[in-house]
């Protein structure tokens, strides 16, 4: 007769085995893994053809500087050199780190700023609008990179240091950056925000962007907006709108007037709401929206602080303080290459934690135990899942075109 296992041994077997499963499941779901599967060689090629970048190496292509960069990101690499070094833990081949220096240089950044779109046009998703507004919120706003003076000579800044900055339009509901100008970091951002504008989106912009006679252009545009407005602006002609009394209201005042004075006065009246934020500061917002109640513009405008929060996550998390080369190809290289890392984070996360029953994690957590294979097996199942999806929906695509 066949004797039976004892409990502890049966324990142990399935302990075993989830371990051994675990292993397997870390091994395929790395972000080098994601990011194949979404953002194809082929891609990629057919990236740098329209761009007129011929790829003439065999060993280290566009797509593989485009691996080491998001490994960068995620791995918190120091230079080259210290990448180079750690290649293999990521699967990636083996390459000394003046090639890698040297292929960042010469390959030209519009491709992952390209790539960079493209993968936001693949991970556009719908989402609920938590403010029940019309039409999704927009931030725009632009962050600083700054290092040595004599490391980036083509972009230098104040005093001893050098710098280049990102503006970037925000998607408050989908938690996305869906487009991005690059500029050395003296460039104002009022300009360059005039280029990241979307008549299907509410902007929502802070004092730089602020610029009045602006106003009557949006107007004419049909762009809505909330934007933050200068204290020294004169306020002509202000006419109070009626509003229900409300003691527990952050709000002071809301009125409709016309901005500026003699020849830089706005044609159009718009609408001045005054508020208190959540540290109690005097906040004053212009806006072409009379249909919505005063809290809710005020409501609008704290949402801007969703793309601070982006902002301070990729510096943190994905290395982009940190600048490799000294080049332009090169610094823009890797900071797209930072962006694309956060896009395939925030949509694996968002795509797979509504599955997850028995884990909890934010999308900071997430980033880290991803980056450190420390995720519980639940998730790497549900990321493993959701790659087959995605490889099995490109396969259909393909046997369709065929």
Not at 264 to 274: G, I, P, S
């Amino acid at each position: 007769m066949k004797k039976r296992p004892s409990y502890a041994k049966i324990i142990c077997d399935q302990t075993n085995t989830a371990i051994r499963r675990n292993d397997l499941m870390k091994k395929s779901n790395t972000i080098i893994d994601i990011m194949q599967v979404l953002l194809t060689e082929q891609e990629v090629k057919e990236v740098c053809d329209i761009l007129g970048y011929k790829d003439t190496s065999r060993k280290f292509t566009v797509y593989s500087l485009l691996k080491f960069f998001i490994a960068a990101a995620t791995g918190e690499w120091k230079s080259f050199r210290h990448g180079a070094e750690n290649t293999a833990d990521y699967g990636l081949e083996t390459i000394d780190y003046s090639t890698v220096s040297k292929k960042a240089t010469k390959v030209n950044y519009k491709i992952t700023k390209k790539l960079f779109e493209l993968l936001v046009s693949k991970c556009n998703r719908v989402t609920k609008r938590t403010l029940k507004l019309p039409k999704d919120l927009l931030a725009i706003d632009s962050t600083t990179i700054t290092v040595g003076k004599p490391r980036l000579k083509w972009a230098k800044y104040k005093g001893q240091r050098s710098g280049v900055k990102l503006h970037v339009a925000f998607n408050v509901a989908q938690m996305m950056p869906v487009k991005v100008e690059e500029t050395i970091a003296l460039k104002h951002d009022g300009p360059i925000g005039e280029k990241l504008t979307n008549t299907t989106c509410i902007l929502v912009e802070d004092r730089a962007y602020g610029k009045h006679e602006r106003f009557d252009k949006f107007k004419e545009e049909g762009q809505s907006f909330v934007i933050r407005i200068k204290g020294n602006i004169h306020i002509i002609q202000p006419k109070s709108l009626k509003r229900m009394d409300n003691k527990d209201s952050s709000i002071i005042k809301d009125i409709t007037c016309k901005l500026g004075k003699d020849d830089k006065q706005t044609k159009n009246r718009f609408r001045v709401v005054e508020f208190k934020d959540f540290k109690g500061k005097y906040i004053r917002v212009c806006t072409d929206m009379l249909n919505l109640s005063a809290e809710k513009i005020a409501a609008i405008y704290k949402e801007r602080w969703n793309i601070e929060t982006f902002f301070r996550f990729i510096k943190q998390n994905l290395n982009v303080k940190r600048l490799f080369g000294t080049s332009q190809n090169s610094v823009y290289n890797q900071l797209f290459c930072g962006f694309i890392a956060y896009i395939l984070l925030h949509f694996f996360y968002m795509e797979t934690s509504q599955t997850w029953k028995y884990v909890k994690l934010s999308f900071v957590e997430f980033t880290r135990k991803l980056c450190k294979d420390t995720l519980q097996i639940e998730v790497y199942i549900s990321i493993d899942f959701l790659m087959q999806k995605i490889k099995n929906q490109d396969n259909n695509r393909i046997e369709n075109i065929g």
